[in-house]
């Protein structure tokens, strides 16, 4: 059945009395009880109800405005519950909920930063393919500003998330170039490199290689000049991150390297020479620089 109940269409499922229960409760004085609304509101929204605008727009508000609650609590249960009906979720709303949690990843506490980001990581592959267009509209420019972030754990978060999301959509990326600023994404990217954080690093090389997918082929060979020109063979350590970028695109788009392979063949030819006695660069690096040129020359043999 169905009825109106102050303007809102409440569906078989959700009773009138429930919902508007739920929806009070849900900013009640005790945080207990603002959790539990929370929790059984997700319940009857994943038996299946079908959810009125005006309701799903009260519901997803009220679930906002826990995600920045006094309680920790009730802002990581929020959380949880927003995961669990992002499939639920209309495409009008779905931008909406992740523009806020994309704000709460760059802003919100520390404790919570990964939970944000998980959610919001989770909303992102969930969505239906339809919300391409959408998602990158409103989480792209906030995303990639945050890119560049003075804070390494919110820059490591947002390049993350923008790793996912140039994944999921970088068919709406490449028939829709305008929608991400690529040049400020790669000058943010090419600067997590030499960074000691380690973490960082390997992000920054993942998102590059997803990246690769949606770059123009001027925009593509400027990278790989810059990567090229910090690779040197007298300083092993320094240039294994960009080596490893190297591998990370070649993997995704080997076939777009054809005008740059040679420069690339010329300038790895060197590690491959067997190691010096005098070299005193870890096995491991040394083993790793290996293998991701000799993945490159493979892409070589067989294309």
Same mark, same amino acid.
């Given at each position: 059945y169905q009825r109106r109940v102050h303007g809102i269409l409440i569906f078989q499922g959700m009773t009138e009395g429930r919902i508007a229960n739920l929806l009070k +409760?849900?900013?009640?004085?005790?945080? +207990?009880?603002?959790?539990?609304a929370a929790?059984?509101?997700?319940?009857?929204? %994943?038996?299946?109800a079908k959810l009125d605008p005006n309701l799903e727009k009260s519901i997803l508000q009220a679930y906002m405005k826990q995600l920045t609650d006094t309680s920790l609590n009730v802002r990581g249960n929020a959380v949880k519950c927003i995961s669990k009906i992002g499939s639920k979720i209309s495409e009008g709303q779905f931008g909406t909920v992740a523009n806020k949690l994309s704000e709460c990843v760059v802003k919100g506490t520390d404790e919570f930063r990964d939970i944000y980001s998980t959610c919001l990581r989770t909303l992102i592959t969930e969505a239906d393919e339809a919300f391409g267009k959408t998602l990158c509209t409103c989480l792209l420019e906030p995303l990639v500003a945050g890119t560049g972030h003075k804070v390494d754990q919110i820059r490591e978060q947002c390049i993350e998330i923008t790793n996912e999301l140039l994944k999921r959509f970088?068919?709406?990326l490449v028939n829709h170039p305008t929608l991400i600023k690529a040049d400020a994404l790669i000058e943010?990217? %090419?600067r997590q490199l030499p960074s000691s954080n380690a973490s960082l690093k390997k992000r920054a090389t993942a998102c590059f290689g997803s990246l690769a997918v949606v770059l123009s082929p001027k925009q593509l060979s400027g990278v790989i000049t810059v990567l090229l020109q910090n690779i040197k063979p007298s300083d092993k350590v320094k240039s294994c991150p960009f080596i490893e970028t190297l591998g990370a695109i070649s993997s995704n788009v080997g076939y777009k390297l054809d005008p740059s392979f040679n420069s690339i063949f010329l300038a790895l030819s060197e590690f491959c020479k067997q190691k010096a006695p005098t070299d005193t660069t870890p096995? +491991?690096?040394d083993n790793e620089i290996k293998e991701v040129i000799l993945s490159l020359y493979d892409y070589s043999v067989r294309k």
């Open positions: +409760d849900m900013e009640h004085g005790d945080q +207990d009880n603002r959790e539990m929790s059984d509101m997700s319940t009857e929204i %994943l038996k299946g970088n068919v709406v943010n990217l %090419l096995e +491991d690096i």
